[in-house]
């Protein structure tokens, strides 16, 4: 079992910026490709990026890059989305995830977190 916690959500101004923590257990997140998604109110669940198995590559929705960063920290077995230059759009519910069914942008992934509300206000 791989257990996921994100934390660093909160309430923000637009043009902002807000680090969202990913902590794993039961599973290096090395060797799993580790995604984060989003859910606004009212709509489905989306992909915003992805880190590959040994965090050599990165991957990211068209509406995020250069904003937002993914990255990885071995030694405290984390995955990071660094969120720079937040616009009232990026107001959700973040997931972190770990283990795809399926290719990286799919939301079929097999292990999640509880989420962590981003808010930002204009």
């Known amino acids: 079992q791989v257990l996921l916690a994100e934390s660093g959500g909160g309430l923000v101004q637009a043009g902002g910026s807000l680090k969202l923590s990913c902590a794993a257990s039961?599973?290096?997140?090395?060797?799993?490709?580790v995604g984060w998604f989003r859910q606004a109110p009212g709509k489905e669940r989306a992909f915003v990026a992805a880190?590959?198995?040994?965090?050599?590559?990165?991957w990211y929705t068209d509406s995020v890059r250069g904003r937002f960063t993914i990255s990885g920290d071995n030694a405290k077995n984390t995955v990071y989305l660094q969120m720079n230059s937040l616009k009232p759009e990026d107001t959700a519910v973040y997931y972190c995830?770990?283990?795809?069914?399926?290719?990286?942008?799919?939301?079929?992934?097999?292990?999640w977190g509880q989420g962590t509300q981003v808010t930002v206000s204009s």
């Open positions: 039961g599973r290096t997140v090395s060797s799993t490709v």
């Open positions: 880190l590959s198995r040994g965090g050599g590559t990165t």
């Open positions: 995830a770990a283990d795809p069914r399926r290719g990286y942008s799919s939301s079929e992934y097999n292990f």
